[in-house]
């Protein structure tokens, strides 16, 4: 009785009509067969498909390039999935930094070596490690979605270390310094903006997206249900970033007053909170540029807009605000986050800790 061949290793016959054919089991169980009028041809197209098995990668189409695959994804797995300026930003990096070098290799072929090389020549660019782990995790969602199509059994970026961004302490205001700035801009439009994003620690996006029909003032609470996003120029009202940064967020009184002088101001409770002028969304460059100026005239140093939302959470924690809250009021994904992002500003209580042990068993 001929033994059975086992999985992945395959056999070359002759059929009748003349051609040579290949056949080989795949591990999930499937068959593939190659013909062709000659032997090499079958022979090298067996070998390749037991290396690859070897390899646990194995695809449908022998033919699809990388880059093209890359396409597929984002049309068909990210564009309804993901907000407009992640999008872009897939796009952006896709085309300028991952299908020039990687684009031309097939699916099948693409290996933890072409990827490891990847990263190294784009830090060696110039560009920051952050955005190459940016560009690993692009391609590492986009490699699992391939194997879940059946397309690869094995993800190449298992097999690679991509660059880890040095951890530096967020950028943010002492509560000095935050009560001279808020001073120096008390009577610029600008001036309740900052003042939401150092109380709140509300995006720039969110705070510039904000609807009054998402602001109650009686309960003094508000809530993220909006942002404003700026995609190369053109500002478009988006859903917040995740599920968690659509939050409820409690207004303090000093805040709530704030905004009930705005609305009167304004002498409207519908639409955007903040707009120009002419009613239009405000500028996020403008906003930015602004803020850099009023820093730079108290001779503070330049800081990101965003560092007022780390000063609104750093100051809380320095309070001994529990850090569930900060948070629940950030709208992180989760309270690792908070704790990784701000233990350098968390009160040390490892003595009080100790002194409650000596009082239960001392």
């Known amino acids: ?74 049309e068909h797995f990210v564009a309804d999935s993901l907000a407009p300026s992640t999008i872009h930003s897939y796009r952006y990096l896709i085309r300028d930094h991952i299908k020039p070098d990687l684009g031309y290799i097939k699916l099948t072929k693409l290996q933890p070596n072409d990827l490891q090389n990847l990263y190294k020549l784009k830090i060696e660019s110039g560009l920051s490690r952050r955005t190459v782990q940016y560009i690993h995790a692009i391609i590492r969602s986009s490699l699992n979605q391939a194997i879940k199509l059946e397309l690869l059994y094995r993800n190449p970026t298992d097999a690679v270390s991509p660059p880890r961004p040095k951890r530096k302490p967020p950028q943010t205001l002492s509560a000095e310094q935050s009560k001279v700035f808020l001073k120096s801009v008390e009577d610029h439009p600008y001036y309740l903006i900052y003042f939401l994003a150092i109380t709140t620690g509300m995006r720039k996006g969110e705070i510039l997206g904000l609807h009054w029909e998402d602001v109650d003032l009686e309960r003094g609470k508000l809530w993220i249900q909006h942002t404003l996003i700026d995609i190369q120029g053109k500002m478009h009202i988006g859903q917040p970033k995740s599920d968690t940064a659509k939050r409820t967020i409690t207004l303090s009184s000093s805040v709530r007053e704030a905004l009930e002088e705005h609305q009167l101001r304004m002498d409207r409770s519908d639409g955007l909170v903040f707009t120009s002028n002419t009613g239009a969304f405000l500028s996020q460059r403008n906003l930015t540029r602004h803020f850099h100026t009023s820093l730079s005239n108290l001779g503070m140093d330049k800081l990101p807009f965003h560092s007022l939302r780390h000063t609104a959470a750093t100051l809380l924690l320095q309070a001994n605000v529990h850090p569930r809250l900060v948070q629940e009021m950030l709208g992180h994904s989760s309270i690792v986050l908070t704790l990784d992002t701000y233990s350098h500003v968390i009160p040390d209580h490892h003595e009080e800790a100790a002194e409650e042990m000596d009082m239960l068993f001392g």
Do not use: P, T
């Open 1 to 74: 009785m001929a033994k059975r061949r086992a999985k992945g290793e395959g056999s070359i016959f002759r059929e009748k009509s003349g051609y040579w054919c290949a056949k080989i089991e795949l591990l999930d169980g499937k068959q593939r067969r190659k013909r062709s009028k000659s032997q090499r041809v079958v022979r090298e197209w067996l070998q390749e498909q037991r290396q690859a098995i070897q390899m646990n990668l194995v695809i449908k189409d022998d033919n699809i390039l990388f880059g093209d695959y890359l396409d597929y994804f984002i």
